[in-house]
């Protein structure tokens, strides 16, 4: 069973959702809201989105039901919703390690996943931002939307009731981690690319090889190939 909750202002989707979690015969509720005024995003980052042009997004996903480990799951979760994109619009949709989603070459959705323990049961809180009618992106030079990326203006409540149907039918059936890993690295951006880095405020060239299990990402550098954790590296693009 699935429940589909609405506000139409909130601060973060992910820190109302608990609010709604009553159900105990429920095993995906989500929360959305076109307005949202204070998103987060992965390691302490913001994420601003226009009113009523873009959506905010959150699913819980009781713990007990998911066998793999913290870090295929949100590989896995990055999948899904890239899938659901690329279905969606028939473009070719990346996923920037760890968990961003790119259509040529900008960012279009931002996800983060939380655990938390609400009324005695332990969740995955599943937060993601889509941008999708939002024309201007002053401040983001790396971010677009749908709209901006393929032209496309989206019913944004059709929209969102196709994503929750689609996720939660696929959080029911998870892969095995060896599937995940090589899912995720098949439509990991850049992968096998020469690419720019910023490591240790100096720019360098470098190649991303692989994802791996531990949720570390493997660069070949200038001095040989080396692996970084999310915020220990940063591509340019």
Same mark, same amino acid.
């Given at each position: 069973?699935? +429940?589909?909750?609405?506000? @139409?202002?909130?601060?973060?989707?992910?820190?109302?959702?608990?609010?709604?979690?009553?159900?105990?015969?429920?095993?995906?509720?989500?929360?959305?809201? !076109?307005?949202?005024?204070?998103?987060?995003?992965?390691?302490?980052?913001?994420?601003?989105?226009?009113?009523?042009?873009?959506?905010?997004?959150?699913?819980?996903?009781?713990?007990?039901? %998911?066998?793999?480990?913290? !870090?295929?799951?949100?590989?896995?979760?990055? %999948?899904?919703?890239?899938?659901?994109?690329? =279905?969606?619009?028939? =473009?070719?949709?990346?996923?920037?390690?760890?968990?961003?989603?790119?259509?040529?070459?900008?960012?279009?959705?931002?996800?983060?996943?939380?655990?938390?323990?609400?009324?005695?049961?332990?969740?995955?809180? %599943?937060?993601?931002?889509?941008?999708?009618?939002?024309?201007?992106?002053?401040?983001?030079?790396?971010?677009?939307?749908?709209?901006? +990326? %393929?032209?496309? *203006?989206?019913?944004?409540?059709?929209?969102?009731?196709?994503? *929750?149907?689609?996720?939660?039918? @696929?959080?029911?059936?998870?892969?095995?981690?060896?599937?995940?890993?090589?899912?995720?690295?098949?439509?990991?951006?850049?992968?096998?690319?020469?690419?720019?880095? $910023?490591?240790?405020?100096?720019?360098?060239?470098?190649?991303?090889?692989?994802?791996? $299990?531990?949720?570390?990402?493997?660069?070949?550098?200038? =001095?040989?190939? +080396?692996? !970084?954790? *999310?915020? $220990?590296?940063?591509?340019?693009?």
């Amino acid at each position: 069973m699935s +429940q589909l909750f609405y506000l @139409k202002e909130c601060s973060s989707t992910n820190d109302e959702i608990s609010k709604f979690l009553l159900y105990d015969d429920s095993d995906f509720i989500s929360l959305h809201t !076109f307005n949202q005024t204070q998103g987060r995003g992965q390691y302490g980052n913001t994420w601003k989105a226009t009113a009523e042009k873009n959506l905010a997004f959150t699913l819980a996903v009781k713990t007990q039901n %998911i066998l793999v480990s913290d !870090f295929m799951f949100n590989y896995y979760t990055a %999948i899904v919703i890239r899938d659901f994109l690329a =279905n969606l619009t028939e =473009n070719i949709v990346e996923i920037k390690w760890p968990n961003d989603i790119i259509i040529k070459n900008k960012k279009i959705v931002g996800i983060l996943i939380e655990k938390k323990k609400i009324n005695q049961n332990n969740y995955f809180i %599943i937060g993601a931002g889509f941008n999708i009618l939002q024309e201007k992106f002053d401040e983001i030079s790396n971010a677009g939307s749908l709209l901006t +990326q %393929i032209g496309t *203006h989206f019913d944004l409540n059709q929209f969102t009731l196709d994503l *929750h149907d689609f996720l939660s039918e @696929k959080l029911k059936k998870i892969p095995s981690e060896k599937e995940i890993l090589t899912i995720f690295n098949t439509h990991l951006f850049r992968k096998d690319k020469i690419s720019v880095f $910023e490591l240790d405020q100096k720019r360098q060239n470098g190649i991303i090889r692989q994802a791996d $299990e531990k949720g570390e990402l493997w660069i070949e550098l200038e =001095n040989g190939l +080396q692996s !970084f954790y *999310h915020k $220990e590296i940063r591509l340019l693009y």
